[in-house]
């Protein structure tokens, strides 16, 4: 019998040994041996090994259920602890609706703040380009620093060259920004367009929302009569009409085919283009340096090696040419990823705003952090009696920590309420020349920013208020609490968090006072013309209507005539280019006779075209000589007026009358021009850029740069009213010429320092929050201290302290806070200036000026928060003060 039941029970011993087996390798080295130590426990009792085993066994499973049953309880615990100091929080503050409001106000500006400016960044700097794999595509200009062409265009030569010979490339396009006239409408409409190369869509990876881009066979001269238009202009000028493909447009008198319409997020190469058209590429063109190329990288190229293999390409080009650079000269490639070179200008703005805005949040974190340890200093009591009743220090701390990240979310509500705002408001601000402004907004990855923010400033300014309250023990907290909210423990923190906002209020101030300055000084530039009462527009005669130079000329003249005995009209002109503007004009190589720079390398100067009357319609003085006249035509001798830094270059007292003049490129029989007059100087390319010396000549001598020009109108009052006027004498002449970009020179001028404006405009703000914040919590713990030192004061008084004395020594407290910070303050503001070095405008980053003044104004403005709890330190009553401890 019992054979048998060994062979029966056998299969079933076998199968619980090889389960353990296994349970036994899925254990780890702790717990295996703490198994052989269960087991040895057992047989030293007398069982059987596999007996002992078996138990060893049940008793772990029974262990590690217990423990996970633990783990569980845990969570649940954790969960509840959670939900309770959450609701527990909630009660604290809605008890204390004042110190709430003051806390959340502040978070919400800071917070708000850095929302705002955060969404400035994401939007202009850190979102990808609306490109497939934009950062494959890269942009490509010509450089040439020792004759003071920083960029420089390519003419259709160079990209020919350059398309056929590179090899970084997958495929490269170049293009280029001109204004045409579409007709046919009731008035004549100036759109931008933008001529490029076969290609240029594929480069970019983006696809037309209706119809087809270019073919390669459209691209040559003659056969390039197709066009696509912009979603803009396909909405408001056709009505969002589908069937608009294949139907014509006549522009400027030639009629093109629309084959294909952009989606509404395709601006490129800029916002404002209208339509873009073929170039028809001329590889034999060598002149016309007007060209940007583009291109997408070969997979593991960089644009560093693309631009070393472009300038040997561009090298030996130049070195074919009639008049090659000398050996080592700094003519090259610059090739540089298009997000980059989008946003070029805004980046060092925007960077140093948002550390601004950064700053902002920390004075807000160490002011509420101030306002936290003040109330710890009254809740001693409660948080001693939670700890009497059993609450572990961790508990509290992590109460008080959850009461700030309740604040912190309150305060991230109204930020983010206040970066909506923000964002609105500066999105219609007049931005022009900013980059990207159209793709600001508040969306998701700044809501997530905002809730990053406030995590992370909850932490901030619940940190030490957690650890005070952590180190409270039973016996302290009782003793504390029985006294006087006026111990000292705990000033010393409270001082330094003031300290600390006064350092970095100081920071800010003193970088806004040097954009402020910065800009002051950039206002009182002489631009070398009078901006008042003047009157602008552009005006393009058509290539086929006005087919020889003495049409286009005979209409100007006709049309000065007519506008110039307008009633109110003082003076008009015109000119190729206005000033004050990012292109101020076309740059080339000049010779002066007698005085040839020796080799290739010549100076450049921007040449300009222009009628008589321009100089008194701007106001621009002539110093020596005389104006254009009727009697400069092309059958006389060739003259020009030169401005007086190009005169004095050359001739010590400026006194270039009679000497001649020529531009490098040109060699014609009448290439010398004799200088007639002398004007001042003139800022053509922004009030800030030093630019090039200027040379203007007739447009009788110069027609082939007169097809399109600038009317300025000077008027006896304000010159908006004319414009209309203007136009109909535009009408009566020529119904098909179009007037456009009619604007005041008060607004060109303005609209050259958009982006100083705005920069100067949201620093002065955060610095204003900033020394509020300051200025609070310097009257805050001011407040806080007199309130605590009431004995002291009462006992002082009593003594014989005068009120005077009294008042002397709460300002003088609250002063040497201020110095503290201060000194901190300056030495980080030495640092932080040089970060907006590129910012400035003829003022130094270490101004002396502006940091005294900056810090007198901080000073005083302790003084000013210091001075209501001095007063009332004063009132105090000995008597009273001493009975009530």
């Not at 170049?174 to 869509?201: C, I, K, M, W, Y």
């Not at 020394?771 to 805050?780: D, K, N, R």
């Amino acid at each position: 019998m019992r054979p048998q039941h060994w062979l029966y029970t056998l299969p079933l011993r076998l199968r619980s040994l090889f389960r353990r087996a296994r349970v036994e390798q899925d254990l780890n080295e702790e717990l295996r041996d703490h198994l052989e130590q269960k087991v040895e426990v057992y047989l030293a009792k007398g069982l059987h090994p596999t007996a002992a085993r078996r138990r060893a066994m049940l008793d772990l499973e029974g262990m590690e259920r217990t423990k996970e049953e633990c783990r569980d309880m845990r969570k649940v615990n954790w969960l509840h602890n959670l939900v309770q100091d959450l609701r527990f929080g909630a009660r604290v503050l809605r008890k204390s609706p004042g110190f709430t409001a003051v806390a959340v106000l502040t978070l919400g500006l800071g917070i708000g703040a850095n929302t705002a400016i955060f969404s400035l960044v994401d939007g202009i700097l850190l979102r990808p380009l609306p490109y497939a794999d934009p950062g494959r595509i890269v942009v490509f200009l010509q450089s040439y620093p020792s004759v003071g062409l920083t960029r420089w265009g390519i003419s259709q030569y160079l990209f020919a060259s350059f398309r056929e010979q590179a090899q970084s490339f997958e495929r490269s396009a170049a293009h280029s920004s001109v204004g045409v006239t579409l007709t046919g409408l009731d008035e004549p409409l100036r759109l931008q367009a933008a001529l490029v190369t076969a290609g240029f869509f594929q480069v970019l990876g983006v696809n037309p929302a209706l119809g087809r881009t270019f073919l390669p066979e459209e691209d040559v001269r003659g056969k390039n009569t197709v066009c696509i238009l912009s979603h803009r202009q396909w909405r408001t000028r056709f009505g969002g009409d589908a069937s608009i493909v294949g139907k014509p447009l006549r522009i400027n008198e030639t009629t093109l085919l629309v084959v294909g319409v952009m989606p509404p997020e395709f601006h490129f190469p800029s916002k404002d283009t209208d339509l873009w058209i073929p170039l028809g590429l001329d590889p034999q063109r060598r002149f016309g340096f007007m060209y940007s190329g583009i291109a997408r990288l070969k997979d593991r190229v960089s644009a560093a090696q693309a631009e070393a293999e472009m300038t040997a390409i561009q090298g030996s080009l130049a070195r074919q040419t009639e008049n090659p650079p000398p050996p080592g000269a700094d003519l090259k490639m610059i090739v540089m990823p298009l997000h980059q070179a989008v946003t070029r200008q805004a980046r060092t703005p925007l960077l140093v705003l948002l550390g601004a805005v950064g700053l902002v949040l920390l004075i807000a974190c160490a002011n509420i952090a101030s306002l936290l340890l003040g109330r710890l200093t009254a809740r001693k009591r409660e948080i001693a009696m939670r700890v009497a009743l059993g609450a572990s220090r961790q508990r509290i701390a992590a109460q008080l920590l959850t009461e700030s990240l309740l604040l912190a979310l309150l305060g991230a509500m109204a930020g983010s309420v206040l970066a909506v705002w923000l964002v609105r408001l500066i999105s219609r601000l007049p931005l022009e020349g900013i980059p990207r402004v159209a793709e600001i907004q508040v969306n998701g990855t700044a809501l997530l920013f905002t809730a990053a923010v406030a995590l992370a400033t909850s932490f901030l300014f619940g940190l030490a208020p957690a650890v005070r309250a952590y180190r409270f023990g039973v016996g302290h907290g009782l003793r504390e609490a029985g006294r006087s909210a006026s111990s000292v423990s705990g000033h010393r923190l409270n001082h330094s968090l003031v300290a600390a906002q006064v350092a970095l209020s100081l920071v800010l101030l003193i970088g806004a006072g040097l954009l402020l300055k910065s800009f002051v000084r950039l206002l009182a530039v002489n631009p070398g013309f009078r901006a008042d009462n003047l009157l602008t527009m552009r005006i393009s005669l058509s290539e086929r209507s006005y087919d020889s130079p003495e049409k286009m000329i005979q209409f100007y003249e006709a049309l000065i005539g007519r506008v110039s005995g307008l009633p109110g009209v003082r003076a008009a002109g015109l000119i190729s280019k206005l000033p004050v503007q990012t292109d101020g004009g076309d740059a080339d190589g000049y010779v002066i006779e007698g005085q040839e720079a020796p080799g290739p390398v010549q100076p450049n100067a921007l040449m300009h075209v222009a009628f008589p009357g321009y100089f008194q319609a701007l106001g621009i003085p002539l110093l020596r000589g005389r104006d254009f006249a009727a009697a400069d035509t092309g059958d006389t001798e060739p003259v020009a007026i030169v401005d007086d830094t190009l005169a004095r270059a050359y001739w010590p007292d400026g006194n270039a009358l009679g000497k001649r003049i020529r531009f490098g490129w040109d060699t014609s029989g009448r290439a010398w021009m004799t200088i007639v007059g002398v004007a001042g100087n003139v800022k053509h390319s922004g009030l800030v850029a030093a630019g090039y010396p200027h040379v203007y000549m007739p447009s009788t001598q110069r027609v082939q740069r007169i097809q399109q020009m600038h009317l300025v109108v000077r008027t006896l009052g304000d010159p908006s009213p004319a414009a209309a006027a203007i136009r109909a004498q535009v009408r009566e002449l020529d119904a098909n010429v179009p007037v456009f970009a009619v604007r005041t020179m008060e607004q060109i001028v303005a609209g050259s320092l958009n982006s100083q404006r705005l920069t100067n405009l949201l620093m002065g703000s955060f610095a204003a929050a900033a020394l509020l914040l300051a200025a609070v919590g310097i009257y805050g713990v001011m407040s806080l201290n007199v309130t605590g030192r009431t004995q002291d004061f009462g006992i002082r008084m009593a003594l014989g302290a005068q009120r005077g004395d009294i008042f002397r020594l709460v300002i003088g407290q609250g002063m040497k806070i201020t110095a503290a910070g201060a000194a901190v303050g300056l030495l980080g503001a030495a640092g932080f200036s040089r970060f907006l070095q590129t910012l400035l405008f003829e003022v130094s980053p270490a101004d002396p000026l502006t940091f005294a003044a900056v810090t007198a104004v901080l000073c005083g403005t302790a003084f000013a928060a210091c001075y209501l709890p001095a007063g009332r330190a004063t009132r105090v009553d000995p008597m009273v003060a001493l009975r009530h401890e």
